[in-house]
């Protein structure tokens, strides 16, 4: 009896399958650059599409204003396309999987255009770049 008690549990235990958990890693990159040539003037359909890449993290935290432009979706995730609009100003948000693109105003009508990264919490610019407008 207490071998084929013995057996049993032997049997038991060794047959449950043991599970490996997997834990991914957030990625807190931020990125934001030009795809293809790299340029600061902006040409249409050549220098106008941009990666944006915004972490989980930082999503809710994170607005783009822009002067005379606008980013314009694509079919492609994570790239948008760098369109002049002088004399408006956008700004764009993204806290979730949907782009919101809210008009901010007018400005000074420029081949120009400035664009802030701006944390909401603190209200400070992180990263702010100029493109010329050919």
């Avoid at 030009?34 to 050549?46: E, S, V």
Wanted: hydrophobic share 40%; net charge positive.
């Amino acid at each position: 009896m207490k071998l084929s008690l013995f057996a049993f549990l032997f049997i038991s235990v060794s047959s449950t399958a043991q599970y490996a958990l997997k834990i991914k890693r957030e990625d807190n990159r931020f990125l934001f650059f030009q795809t293809g040539l790299k340029n600061d003037t902006i040409i249409k359909n050549k220098t106008d599409l941009f990666l944006i890449k915004l972490p989980d993290s930082l999503k809710n935290n994170i607005q783009i204003f822009l002067k005379n432009a606008q980013f314009i979706t694509t079919d492609k995730d994570s790239i948008y396309r760098l369109r002049p609009v002088p004399g408006m100003k956008y700004s764009h948000s993204k806290p979730d999987t949907v782009f919101n693109t809210l008009l901010e105003g007018n400005c000074e009508p420029s081949k120009m255009i400035h664009i802030e990264f701006i944390n909401t919490l603190t209200q400070k610019v992180f990263l702010k770049n100029n493109f010329i407008v050919r």
